[in-house]
């Protein structure tokens, strides 16, 4: 039998990823006879150096019932699908290849990744302390900070906060340590839970999210800080609690060494009430309590910056809840919709989102979270002009409408006003009217 060479082409599509994977590859390949050859490739994270592998199984080696052998294949990705590294030095891939006869072969390809440095680079910061009834002295209040940043920046590679003076861990409550062990097997005790991580990309469509634990620290006699994200990135992260000497007292540092080199557009870490997190201080009084923050690049920029906390809680005062909305690929065929809505001084019971007179809610994909954690299809009713969301005591509800879900006229133009709004009612059963009115963009 006489070998005949041929150059087959093909097409590479982004296929809907299955639960736990970041991403998919549909490949169609179409020989000039015969029919179509379609392949799929689920891309993987590494936990070790948190890069990703595709694979690429049962390629085949007949066509027809001709014998087929497959001497080189090449797969051309458009810029969209990637991002390059913000971190200098050399970037290696490398190829892992198994025949049919069981025999392996591996090859690899390098490039120099350079001028890291002039990434933009300028994370935002903020953070909130306390709740009604956990502002005063010798009280355990809620605490939440969030690092923020825009597209294109450069990623995080070090986090440092350094909580404000009086603000520190309970020492009995650092006992409640999980393992290890426990941890990396997602079977820590409750008691070892001390709060909720999220963190969201440009890269992935839902956000990661998980439980915050103390896990045990060979190193040192403070725990670990353990962030449990779970999604399409699943990833285990460990932060160390750190004791600093400064002028100005005995202040505890969170530090997050060695993130993964990931675009992340918000992270954000809140400790629960009655926990872990514990003031000596009253948080109404003065004077005001700041953060210090020290942020490191992957391009090894460093970025210092001091910020005021927000106190929750103080006196009489009730603070209302707010919301925002974000209208993306409102000109195309799948306008995304987010909403965000925080809650005021207490939690949220209930929240419906109205839709304008442009726009209607439609089959199609709706993720609602709240505190971080996915809420099940029942706690949704849909109907053309609202969304009605049943929650309990939530403090933070983050609503994705995507894929269909939302549908805008035609007469809608980048750049148009479009009036979203928000009915909330507060566990307390007051009810408010928000004003959310999302700008179309492309």
Request: hydrophobic residues 40%.
């Amino acid at each position: 039998m006489i070998a005949v060479p041929l150059s087959i082409p093909g097409e590479v599509f982004n296929v809907q990823p299955r639960p736990g994977e970041p991403a998919r590859l549909g490949i169609v390949l179409t020989p000039p006879v015969g029919a179509k050859v379609i392949l799929q490739s689920p891309a993987q994270l590494r936990p070790i150096d948190f890069g990703l592998d595709t694979v690429l199984e049962d390629i085949p080696n007949t066509a027809d019932g001709l014998p087929l052998r497959i001497t080189g294949i090449s797969l051309t990705l458009d810029g969209a699908f990637m991002r390059n590294p913000t971190s200098c030095g050399t970037k290696t891939t490398t190829a892992d290849a198994t025949s049919y006869a069981g025999t392996a072969a591996t090859a690899s390809n390098s490039f120099e990744s350079v001028n890291c440095a002039a990434v933009p680079f300028s994370p935002g910061f903020e953070g909130s302390i306390g709740s009604p009834g956990h502002t005063n002295a010798f009280t355990f209040p809620p605490q939440t900070t969030v690092i923020s940043q825009d597209d294109g920046e450069a990623g995080l590679r070090r986090a440092q906060v350094l909580l404000p003076n009086n603000i520190a861990g309970d020492t009995d409550y650092l006992g409640n340590m999980c393992t290890v062990a426990d941890f990396q097997a997602h079977a820590c005790p409750d008691v070892s839970i001390v709060g909720q991580a999220t963190a969201e990309s440009p890269l992935q469509e839902d956000a990661l999210a998980g439980p915050v634990v103390l896990v045990e620290n060979e190193d040192s006699d403070l725990p670990k800080l353990g962030l449990d994200l779970e999604g399409a990135l699943a990833l285990q992260l460990y932060g160390d609690l750190e004791l600093q000497l400064l002028p100005g007292g005995l202040r505890v540092a969170v530090v997050f060494e060695g993130l993964p080199d990931i675009p992340i557009s918000r992270f954000e870490l809140a400790l629960v009430q009655d926990r872990l997190n514990y003031t000596g201080r009253d948080l109404c009084d003065p004077p005001p309590l700041v953060y210090d923050t020290n942020f490191t690049s992957h391009g090894d920029v460093v970025l210092n910056d001091t910020t005021e906390a927000s106190v929750v809680g103080c006196g009489d005062e009730y603070e209302e809840p707010t919301g925002s909305a974000k209208l993306r690929g409102a000109t195309g065929k799948n306008p995304r919709l987010r909403i965000n809505v925080r809650a005021g001084s207490i939690g949220i019971d209930e929240v419906v989102v109205n839709a304008p007179r442009k726009a209607k809610f439609a089959k199609g994909k709706i993720v609602v979270r709240a505190d971080g954690q996915k809420l099940p299809a029942s706690a949704i009713e849909r109907l053309k002009k609202s969304l009605t969301i049943a929650l309990d005591e939530a403090d933070e509800i983050r609503v994705k409408a995507s894929q269909g879900a939302l549908k805008l006229k035609k007469s809608v133009d980048s750049g148009d006003e479009l009036p979203f709004s928000l009915d909330v009612t507060d566990s307390g059963g007051d009810a408010f009217v928000i004003d959310t009115p999302a700008t179309a963009r492309r």
